[in-house]
């Protein structure tokens, strides 16, 4: 547990009533929440070392991820804004934590910063009324999206491997709870590529607010502690500009969410 620079080991702290795991700590969010918030600052003993953190849930047991979910995005596409959610997934084994370097994998690599809900104790068939209490937080996230591979077979493309090669999931650098992000529809998000500003959104842009989107996932899949939802991104993608532009070998991918933090990652050639 982060507060300011300081931290708390919530295993060590808790004489192991709660778990160190927190993929486990998520299936029990209330215990953890209720807990946290009787722990005063004095407790925060360690100084947060930022090269130290990793994805704050680093084995979902799914990866949910929207396409076109904001109008700038859909617009900059052509492709019109969806009237029902545009779903795939993300395989798990592609997440990694801040500071990762990712590799190259072909000529048209894609940055697309978005804001990833967490799920805490999750569920299946939750209202939209009750979403928020089935979710954890909030981090930062970068959809990375190799696009030639997202559009194979050309004629029924399938998103979910193009978007998967290791390391095309970076998370983090926390989670942040709902009472430190203020309203999750109303925050800015942005990205740099080697700290030229390629993307400057926010959240009230949503075609389909978070609450919406548990409700339609939830009434198909159940929600699992630890899951991610990766709600979107806005315009200015590589593949929205005119020319097209991508990643190359020693890119860095900067990405920010207000309340939130900000994260690095690093692109490397594929050997
Ligand atoms: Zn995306």
Redesign the pocket.
């Known amino acids: 547990m982060v507060r300011g620079t300081s931290t708390l080991d919530v295993g060590k702290a808790s004489g192991g009533q709660l778990p160190a795991d927190p993929t486990e700590a998520y299936a029990r969010w209330a215990d953890v929440t209720k807990w946290a918030s009787a722990q005063r600052d004095e407790a925060f003993t360690s100084t947060l070392d930022p090269d130290e953190l990793y994805a704050p849930s680093p084995a979902p047991p799914q990866v949910f991820?929207?396409?076109l979910n904001y109008r700038s995005h859909a617009e900059e596409l052509g492709w019109g804004v969806p009237d029902v959610p545009m779903v795939f997934t993300k395989f798990p084994s592609s997440v990694t934590g801040p500071g990762a370097e990712v590799e190259i994998t072909g000529p048209k690599v894609d940055w697309?910063v978005?804001l990833v809900v967490v799920i805490g104790k999750g569920g299946h068939h939750i209202a939209a009324a009750d979403a928020w209490d089935a979710v954890a937080g909030f981090t930062v996230g970068q959809?990375v999206?190799d696009r030639d591979v997202q559009i194979r077979p050309q004629d029924n493309p399938q998103h979910g491997l193009g978007?998967s090669f290791k390391g095309f999931s970076p998370i983090g650098p926390v989670l942040a709870t709902m009472d430190e992000v203020g309203d999750p529809h109303d925050l800015g998000l942005r990205c740099w590529v080697n700290g030229e500003l390629v993307q400057d959104g926010r959240t009230d842009d949503f075609v389909f607010p978070i609450p919406f989107l548990i409700e339609y996932l939830s009434n198909v899949v159940t929600l699992l502690p630890g899951d991610l939802i990766?709600t979107?991104?806005p315009s200015g993608v590589g593949i929205g500009r005119k020319p097209p532009r991508f990643l190359s070998p020693g890119d860095e991918v900067r990405s920010e969410i207000d309340g939130i933090g900000e994260m690095v990652t690093k692109f490397v050639p594929r050997p």
């Open positions: 991820v929207l396409g697309e978005e959809d999206s978007k990766f979107g991104t």
